[in-house]
Structures are given as structure tokens and as C-alpha cells.
């Protein structure tokens, strides 16, 4: 962790504390553009393509939009409560950001001043991150709460039985991270990986527990069940309409590239450059960073557009029950795993690459077992179906014909008898 | 210091919310920004673990929970203060002022300064002070609380618990079942109709419009319909409206027969 952090000059830190919060903002505005866009192109669509080069200015305008509405209290709701619940989702989706490294240290241009590109970092950064999304979720509940309606309600109790249990499964996927960089300071980590690889390779369960548990956490498709359309309406942003309603909506969108930005940070190395262009010199110098970084986090964004371009919502006993019987003791077992791995490597009892190894065996012989063709069963003779089982009407299975009472096969449409 | 003196004015008129306020939720908030107050006063005394595990695990779980169960127990509900147990609250009220006195006299009596030997117990950082002291000194308590909360969890799982008689119901079964009794009794196996459909209004105390223009009973809710508070079709009496009105206009303009007012037709009258 750099000596500088908490000890530099008030001006860099409002300036930085600034400039992430433009990055958030710009950021939250491309992304809405890039979901429609990418979203629209995954369903042959267009997408918004008038405003501004390539349809760019589209969701400035419908933000603009969207603050002039009319502002609605509903009759039943708890004023107050109603009133703050926006602003404590939306506070702390930007607060998160103040340990997420952009890049190295750099001198402010025009200036002798140097400064790493992060607003700061402490040694527990990343419980940090936790503890604010947690606390994130608040402003979620209480608009569901506050708002005085039943859709909304039950929007905000699924939200926070989601996010919560998603919650456990994220840290314990982290927590592999923690003892492979021997760390908890964002810096660190990704100081941790210039050192060793990638986290995402050694540490690849854990990688693939994250990037569920970060959907999960962050209510979008396939998991967005507290604002199932089908069945909430809105869920908990039901009643919220006007600028109160765009900060759910900020929220939500920022939400989604800070678990992005932790995922690139913890396992795809965060600013530094990529292998390929990290053999370049200065690569990973100067303001270049940031860019692989932003890069990379749009990496994750685009995932998760495809995910919602591509499937179905999940059913909330079925998500549950993945959460808590999967996801948690996987990553309860690979981190045991992980532990022993580790004390091995350190004490030099096992070579690192050894472990690849046999984890590439295993990979393969996984790979070979399913091209090895299946014993084929003799298929059981299907009964003759009855066009009438039990009483009432049963159309044929796929490819069969269609049967009538009498057990006549019904007459191919289009030869009418006479 | 300034951090204290800021934050102590907040968590005291947080904690009179929690004690005072007359919802339960209200209570539950302040009690999550005295608990976030109380975090923050770790983080000022060089504790950034317990300041983020604090609010992980107090504000964003325990905390969570409680508001959880508020939210669909008690939306509305102010306490009853009637005493189920007799004399409780003089007995409170004594014991709570006893334990006040014990804690000012304590508190008045410490000394107050600046804080000494942060530095020393975080030389090798927080974390790694912190992991030391819990696995080496207390580990046996800190086993000892674990097979603690351990047992406790085991007890409310059993506590929850309850033993199945019968298999537990598919969807495939229930989706069976709804089509044996359509072709038992000709009940309706899909959903019942939404109100307001083909109505004027699509508010829940309007029933929906079967397509001869009579009302279908089954698509409002059993309890307006007992309380009596449906609304009429909305439909018969605007056409009657319009009817008058043409034939003010004149005998000759698109006369329309009105819908015969038949009595709601359906499948499965009763509620499914």
C-alpha cells in the first residue's frame, strides 16, 4: 500500500473524489446506451441511433426525461422514509468506488504533484466495498417498505433475502483471493497479481462463484426477481417515479460496474495491462492503465447484457436454493482446498506448476469422458396414445399423429372428406 | 476527538429514536445508524476490520433480518401496552435505572485522554494484529464461542423444523389434479379472469366483460364481492347512457340493439 494514502493534499482528494465521480456518471450513461444497443443487436434490432453520434446522447436525454416528471406520493406512504430511501441506495453504490484502483501512481498534469489513481485504500478495502453495497440494500427495503404498496413490498423482501444470501457466497469467494495475495487492500491485490498470474486462473472456481454471486448481487437477469415484471410490477421501485426513480436507476447501474470493477481488480489484475500488451514498455505506466482497466470492466458489462439478452428468469425457490446449496459450500470446500494448496506452495512441498498440471488432466479426462458415446438403452415402446387419457383432450407428442377416440388416425389437414 | 463529538450527539438522539419512535421499523433504522455511528468510531480508533465487520455483519445482516420480520409482520401496527406479565414494567423501569447508575458511575470515573498503544497493537497491521491475538491467545474461547452459536443454530433449525406426513405436491401433480377436476366437474383449470378486462375500468373492484357484454362474477375477489363493494359492468349503464343520447338525436342514427343484461356465465363458479 502506497505511503501517500491519507496523507496527501486536500485539493488532489476532492479532485480525485471529483473526477470518480464523473467517471460513475459518464460510465452509467454509456451503459444504458450499450445495453440497448448490444440488447437490441442480440435481438435484431437497431437500437437508439438518433441522438448524438451512434444514438450517444439517448440516455442523457431520457435522464433529462426523467427528472422532469412529476414527482407522486402515494397516499399510503411513509413520507419520510419514502423520501430518503433513493438517496441511501445511491450514496453508497458511489461511495464503493473510493478503494477501486484505476491505475499507478501518476503526477497530476501541469503540477510536480504525485498520486495514485485511487481516491484511497485502507488494509480491510475490500470488506469496505462489502460493507457499503450492504448497506446499499437498505435503500432498496425501505423503498419497498415505505412505499405502501404490496408489489413493492414484497419486491424489497426478495431483494434483501437475495442480496443478503448472494452476499455470503461473494465474500467467501473473495475470501480465496485474501489468502492467495496475503491481502486485503485493493493496491495490494493488484500489486499480489503483477507478481504471480492472474487470480482468475489459479483461483478459477472461485472466479465463476463470483461472477454468479455479482449477478445475484446486483438483481439483474437472470436473477432480477425483485423486479420481476410478470409478477411485481416493478417490485421494489414500483410506486417511485421521477428523480427518486432515477436514483433507484443509478443505483442499480453503478452497482453493476463496481462488482465489475471488484471482479476485474481481483481476478483479471485490474489496471495492468493485459499479457500481449504489458511486453510493451510504458504500458503500465502513466494514465495507459486506466484504460485496460475501464477495458476490462466493460468486459464484465458486456457479460452481463448477454446473460440478459439470453436467458430466462429463474424461479425464486430454484435461485434460493442455488445460493445457499451450492454456491456456499463450493466455495467452502474450495477454500479448504485453497488453504491446504497454499501452506504446501509456501513451505515448497508442491511446485504451483505441478498443480496446473494436474488440474489440466483433470480438465481433459473431464473433456474426454463427455465425447465417450453413451450405452444406448433399447427405448421402451411408447404406449399408443389416447387422444382422451383420464377425460380429457391430450395433443400428440411432437412427430406423432394425432389420434381419435375411435382410433381412426385422423384425415392430413387439407384433404377434407367429403 | 472531533470524530466522537460529532458522531455521539447523532447516536444518542439515534438511540432515544429507537426507544421512543412508535413504529417498529422506525425504531429498527435508528437502531442501524447508531449501530453505523458506533462503526465509524471503530474506524477513528485505528480498528478498520471491526469497523467493516460491524457494519457487514450488525447493519447488513442481523440488522436486515430484524427489519425482514418487522416489515411483513407488523406493517401498520403500533404496540399493544397491555402487561402480559405482572409488574414487568416496574420491575423495567427499577432495573433500568439501577444499570444506568452502575454505567455513569463507571463511565464518570474512567479517565479520559488521548488513546494510547494503537500503534504498538497494529505494528503488524490490523488484520495480521488481529488474526494473531484470536488464533493464538483466545483461541480456545474463540472455539468455545463457535461450538457456541454452532449449537445455536442446530437448536433453531430443529426448533423450525417440522416433519412431512405426506410426499410433498409437485407442479406436475397439481397441474394433474387442476385437469382431473376439469374433467370431473368442468372446472376451469387456468387462471381466473383478471378484473377489468373489456371494461371501462380496469380498477379491481370492476369485473370483467364476458364477450356478450354481461359481467363475469369470478373475476373480482371473494371479499369485495361479499363486502358488497363491486361495481356494476360500468358498461350496461354508459350504454344506456349513449343509448338515450342517440335517441335524443333522433330515431334514425345508428340505432344499436343493447346487449341482452344476461347473468355472469362461466366454468367453475366457484373460487379455485
Known sequence: MSELFGNEAWWVIILKAL?????????????????????????????????????????????????????????????????????????????????IPFGPEVTIPFTDTVTPLQLTDMPV???????????????????????????????????SAQMISYEVAMGLSLVAVFIYAGSMSTSEIVAAQAEDTWFALPLLPSFIIYMIAMVGETNRAPFDLPEAEGELVGGFHTEYSSLKFALFFLAEYINMVTVSALATTMFLGGWRAPWGISQIDGANEGYWPVLWFLGKTLLFVFLFIWLRGSLPRLRYDQFMKFGWKVLIPASLAWIVVVCVMRRLIIDDDLDPTKILVVAGVL????????????????????????????????????GKQPVAPSGAPVAPSGEKEA | M???????????????????????????????????????????????FLFAVQIIVYTGAIMMLFLFVLMLVGV???????????????????????????????????????????????????????????????????????????????????????????????????????????????????????????????AVDVPAL??????????????LRDRGVVRDGAFAGDVSVTMRRLEADGPERGRVEPPPSTPARHDGEEDL
Open chain 1, 19 to 99: 473526477l470518480v465521480f464523473v467517471v460513475l456518471v459518464v460510465f452509467t450513461l454509456f451503459n444504458i446506451w450499450f445495453e440497448r444497443r448490444v440488447v437490441a443487436r442480440m435481438q435484431h434490432r437497431v437500437g437508439p441511433n438518433v441522438w448524438g453520434p451512434f444514438g450517444l446522447l439517448q440516455s442523457l436525454a431520457d435522464g433529462v426525461k426523467l427528472a422532469l416528471k412529476e414527482e407522486i406520493f402515494p397516499k399510503h406512504a411513509h413520507k419520510v422514509v419514502y423520501f430518503i430511501a433513493p438517496v441511501i441506495a445511491t450514496i453508497p453504490a458511489f461511495l464503493a468506488w473510493a478503494v
Open chain 1, 125 to 159: 478495502a475490500v470488506l469496505y466495498i462489502l460493507a457499503v453495497t450492504s448497506i446499499g440494500v437498505y435503500g432498496i427495503v425501505l423503498g419497498g417498505w415505505a412505499s405502501g404498496s404490496t408489489y413493492s413490498l414484497l419486491g424489497g423482501v426478495r431483494s
Open chain 1, 363 to 398: 480438465v481433459v479426462a473431464l473433456l474426454v469422458v463427455q465425447f465417450i458415446p453413451e450405452r444406448r438403452t433399447p427405448a421402451v415402446e411408447a404406449p399408443e396414445p389416447d387422444a382422451f387419457a383420464g377425460g380429457f383432450p391430450v395433443p400428440p407428442m411432437p
Open chain 2, 2 to 48: 472531533t470524530a466522537f463529538w460529532l458522531l455521539a450527539p447523532i447516536m444518542v438522539v439515534a438511540a432515544l429514536g429507537v426507544v421512543l419512535s412508535r413504529k417498529a421499523v422506525h425504531s429498527a433504522l435508528c437502531l442501524a445508524v447508531v449501530m453505523i455511528s458506533l462503526a465509524m468510531m471503530y474506524a477513528m480508533q485505528d480498528a478498520p
Open chain 2, 76 to 202: 401498520d401496527k403500533t404496540d399493544s401496552l397491555v402487561e402480559t406479565i405482572k409488574g414487568q414494567r416496574l420491575v423495567a423501569i427499577v432495573l433500568g435505572l439501577l444499570f444506568g447508575g452502575v454505567l455513569v458511575t463507571v463511565v464518570a470515573q474512567a479517565f479520559v485522554g488521548p488513546v494510547v498503544g494503537l500503534g504498538e497493537a497494529n505494528a503488524d497491521g490490523n488484520v495480521h494484529g488481529l488474526a494473531k491475538l484470536l488464533f493464538n491467545r483466545y483461541v480456545f474461547a474463540f472455539e468455545a464461542t463457535s461450538a457456541l452459536l454452532i449449537t445455536a443454530v442446530l437448536g433453531a433449525m430443529v426448533l423450525a423444523h417440522r416433519e412431512r406426513l405426506e410426499p410433498r405436491r409437485t407442479q406436475r401433480d397439481l397441474a394433474l389434479e387442476r385437469m382431473q377436476r376439469y374433467a370431473e366437474h368442468g372446472e376451469h383449470p387456468g387462471n381466473l379472469p383478471t378484473p377489468g378486462v373489456y371494461a371501462r375500468h380496469n
Open chain 2, 210 to 223: 364476458l364477450p356478450d357484454g354481461s359481467t363475469s362474477e369470478i373475476s373480482t375477489s371473494k371479499t
